[in-house]
Nanobody, 117 residues
Framework: QVQLVESGGGLVQAGESLRLSCTAS????????MGWYRQAPGKQRELVAS???????TYLASVKGRFPASRDNAKNTMYLQMNSRKPDDTARYHC???????????WGQGTQVTVSS
């Protein structure tokens, strides 16, 4: 059974740094392109960053340069370093395969990030 577990969120002030983690089980993590997604209240889920098995990232334009993504395939874990956060970054953050679609694992609980101004 595939399981995705996100952690590291919290309530922080704008400008403070935070690192999110996502640990996967039940998949061959090292072969999967993975993504960080977020969903704010009343908005659709959006892709924040994706990262290939070879650690090549791509980013949503609004977070590029602020949220570097990384992964440790030996630990089945990926990370999202959140720097220079803004109130608009407030959302619940999830990880999953990229692209998300038919056959992708169910969404985990995610981790809530709340940025105060």
């Amino acid at each position: 059974q595939v399981q995705l577990v996100e952690s590291g969120g919290g309530l922080v002030q704008a400008g403070e740094s935070l690192r999110l983690s996502c640990t996967a089980s039940g998949i061959i993590f090292s072969r999967e392109r993975m993504g960080w997604y977020r969903q704010a209240p009343g908005k659709q889920r959006e892709l924040v960053a994706s990262i290939t098995p070879g650690r090549m990232p791509t980013y949503l334009a609004s977070v590029k340069g602020r949220f570097p993504a990384s992964r440790d395939n030996a630990k089945n874990t990926m990370y999202l370093q959140m720097n220079s956060r803004k109130p608009d970054d407030t959302a619940r953050y999830h990880c999953n395969k990229f692209p998300y679609g038919l056959g992708s694992p169910s969404w985990g609980q995610g981790t809530q990030v709340t940025v105060s101004s």
